[in-house]
């Protein structure tokens, strides 16, 4: 069974910064090439970041290049996403998964003064 458990996320002043961990289970991490979404609230999610299996061919949404850093640990089998520069539109639940249909429950971040 699929377990996708992401932790990390709160409330942070706009400018701040946050690190995301999405802990993976149930399915071959390793194999897998895993992304971030993000969910603000009364909206549909949108993908945020992805990172093939060994770790290469990253790519990002526009809002989040340069801003956001997407990694992994195929040992830990965890998914990261630092987050910088934080400003109040990047709230919302974040998610991770290997496809927009398997996600965990995702962790709140808060952008607010």
């Known amino acids: 069974q699929v377990q996708l458990v992401e932790s990390g996320g709160g409330l942070v002043q706009p400018g701040g910064s946050l690190k995301l961990s999405c802990a993976s289970s149930g399915f071959t991490f390793s194999n897998s090439r895993m992304n971030w979404f993000r969910q603000a609230p009364g909206k549909v999610p949108v993908w945020v970041a992805g990172?093939?299996?060994?770790?290469?061919?990253?790519t990002y949404a526009t809002f989040a290049k340069d801003r956001f850093v997407i990694s992994r640990d195929n040992a830990k089998s965890t998914l990261y996403l630092e987050m910088n520069d934080l400003r109040t539109e990047d709230t919302g639940v974040y998610l991770c998964?290997?496809?927009?249909?398997?996600r965990g429950q995702g962790t709140q971040v808060t952008v607010s003064s």
């Open positions: 998964g290997p496809s927009a249909g398997t």
């Open positions: 990172i093939g299996n060994d770790g290469r061919m990253i």
